[in-house]
Nanobody, 131 residues
Framework: VQLVESGGGSVQSGGSLRLSCAAS????????MGWFRQAPGKEREGVARIDNYGGTTYAESVKGRFTISQDNTKNTLFLQMNSLEPEDTGMYYC??????????????????????????WGQGTQVTVSS
């Protein structure tokens, strides 16, 4: 599985960006994909996740402002980011799990957003929000 992010950039506070992640290679029937971000000097944190059933989970800090989605082919993952704040600045990464065998595990991984549960990662795209 290869993941390639795009769409990052520099915006002013209150602005919007739409990130895309193109997935290629092997595709799983049961999986979770997500967006993570990492600011300088900070740990990587989960921003939003979506599973193959369309279930979504968001970090509290982005609820109501960010929306995660996939296209119909499920080959492209999106993150629509509105009302951006300087605290949203960081490198944004797309990630995907390997096949997840049970629904219970799927919902746990989606809910917790632990980076160690995700096997495949893109190279990242930088988002900078100025005040």
């Amino acid at each position: 599985v290869q993941l390639v992010e795009s769409g990052g950039g520099s915006v002013q506070s209150g602005g919007s960006l739409r990130l895309s992640c193109a997935a290629s290679g092997y595709s799983y029937s049961s999986y979770c994909m997500g967006w993570f971000r990492q600011a300088p000097g900070k740990e990587r944190e989960g921003v939003a996740r979506i599973d193959n059933y369309g279930g979504t989970t968001y970090a509290e800090s982005v609820k109501g402002r960010f929306t995660i989605s996939q296209d119909n082919t499920k080959n492209t993952l999106f993150l629509q980011m509105n009302s951006l704040e300087p605290e949203d600045t960081g490198m944004y990464y797309c990630a995907e799990t390997v096949y997840i065998s049970t629904y219970r595990s799927l919902t746990r991984i989606r809910s917790t957003g632990n980076p160690t549960d995700f096997a495949y990662w893109g190279q990242g795209t930088q988002v900078t929000v100025s005040s």
